[in-house]
């Protein structure tokens, strides 16, 4: 999309000037995948695995412990990813990247999968029965249209432009993409974007932790 308008603007000006336009594509997208978005999909599904993990385990084990949890949310996160990845190759290919650069993107994937899960927890621990409907919110209606993906962040109204600059799909479609296209230049924004909401989800998971009341003692009969 950032192409077509780059050269909408640019073709009327060489004619109008009687030169010839000249276009030279420096980061090109994989002829499986014309339209850029393989990798836009590929976080949607990953961020529903990450969530749906833990909303399920909410549903049919309310007592598990954390540990327990971070662990299932861990294989699920990885496992979720791969098949995820496998299957849209199917479709898009490995996005003509090398080998390396398709393992550092599978990394980053993971790793963002398994942030969505810890902020699943979070918010299912203040906000218990609500916590589907806040979780939705904030990785489905907030997190999409947001991260840059259907459109070029470039072009997103000033809203969801400014959360571009730091929301969670952000963050994790950047890195990719720094990965993917541009041999990982630029790939720190994205990461730090990713670091910050693991460190300060799992600091408020901590908190949560010490907080936990006491069991209560039986009393003596």
């Known amino acids: ?18 030169v010839e336009l000249k276009v030279v ?25 990450g969530y749906l993990t833990i909303t399920v385990l909410s549903q049919v084990a309310p007592r598990m412990r954390l540990r327990q ?3 299932v949310l861990g294989v699920m996160s990885a496992i979720g990813t791969v098949l995820a990845y496998l ?14 650069a398709n393992l550092a993107m599978l990394a980053v994937v993971i790793a963002y999968t398994v942030t969505v899960g810890l902020v699943s927890i979070l918010v299912n621990r203040i906000f218990g029965q609500a916590a589907i409907m ?14 840059g993906g259907a459109f070029p962040a470039d072009f997103l109204p000033g809203f969801w432009s400014a959360l ?4 969670i799909g952000a963050g994790a479609l950047d890195a990719v993409r720094s990965i993917i296209y541009f041999g990982s230049t630029g790939v720190g924004h994205g990461l730090f974007i990713l670091a910050g909401w693991f460190v300060v989800t ?4 901590a ?6 009341p006491a069991p209560a003692h039986h009393e003596a009969h």
């Open 164 to 167: 571009n600059n730091f929301w």
């Open 207 to 212: 908190l949560t932790q010490l907080r936990k």
């Open 1 to 18: 999309m950032t192409v077509q308008a780059v050269e909408g603007l640019a073709q009327p000006l060489a004619a109008a000037q009687g």
């Open 202 to 205: 799992a600091i408020l998971l």
């Open 69 to 71: 949890q971070l662990g």
């Open 134 to 147: 806040v979780v939705m919110v904030l990785m489905i209606f907030v997190n999409f249209p947001s991260a």
């Open 25 to 49: 594509d420096h980061a090109p997208l994989a002829a499986d995948d014309p339209t850029g978005t393989g990798l836009f999909y590929l976080v949607m599904v990953c961020t529903i695995v």
């Open 87 to 100: 299957i849209s190759a199917i479709f898009v290919g490995f996005y003509g990247a090398s080998f390396a």
